[in-house]
């Protein structure tokens, strides 16, 4: 039986995601890859407590729809939003963002990025410690 | 607790399917709606069990993503594919097809609508009782 705490499993845990770009631990399952068809990449996104992803920007725009667990998103110069089951942002083209699980708790989403003809993701900075922990 | 019977249940119901589309009872709750900046609708469909939708296109292409229960996806021609949770389905642009729970399951997807500048849907014949039971 599926739990809110293996959610997560409907989809195979997929493959650890690039150091380069997150801090933590981090598992990534495509669901669907690139293609010049429906120009849509979308992915299961497991983060484990502490993790997150870079501040990046999405030509196209991206859409998450948090699944299990508990989040953290930041846009540039915003505070940064709790997300939890069944929780959906739109991140608007060229928006600088991160995501990722909060201190505590794993946090699973599903990210959708549509029209990559555009381009797919722009990687910048790393978010620090003291940018994480501005929650408090 | 969430379980697999009540996986839907971290989105909203939503509203009833209009009745010229679907057969049996159907819930859509809109999680992303149409926009030209995205260019993607997304939806959180609950079929019943037996309920399904009219044959249809789309001519952006569609991508099902399976949460919960036992489903149908049938392709003009081809023969219909069981879907469970976890399962993915990428519908491309103008190829006729139609979606719906099992005759004895409920059953939850995600859809998602992706290139919506191209259009969103054009729905036309009902599936027959003998198209839907053609799984026997």
Redesign the interface.
């Known amino acids: 039986?599926?739990?809110?705490e293996n959610?997560g499993t409907?989809?195979p845990k997929g493959e650890r995601a690039p150091a380069d770009y997150f801090i933590g631990t981090v598992w990534i399952k495509n669901?669907?890859p690139a293609d010049d068809?429906?120009?849509?990449v979308?992915a299961n996104v497991v983060f484990e407590a502490g993790a997150r992803n870079n501040w990046h920007t999405h030509a196209?725009?991206q859409?998450l729809?948090a699944?299990a667990g508990i989040g953290y998103y930041q846009e540039k110069g915003k505070p940064i939003r709790l997300m939890r089951?069944?929780d959906?942002v739109?991140i608007?083209?060229g928006v600088l963002h991160w995501h990722g699980a909060s201190r505590d708790s794993e946090f699973t989403h599903?990210a959708?990025n549509?029209?990559i003809q555009k381009g797919v993701v722009e990687w910048l900075d790393r978010v620090s410690d003291e940018e994480y922990n501005s929650i408090l």
């Open positions: 039986m599926n739990t809110s959610y409907i989809f669901l669907v068809t429906l120009n849509t979308i196209g725009g859409i729809i699944t089951a069944g959906v739109k608007l083209p599903i959708i549509p029209n």
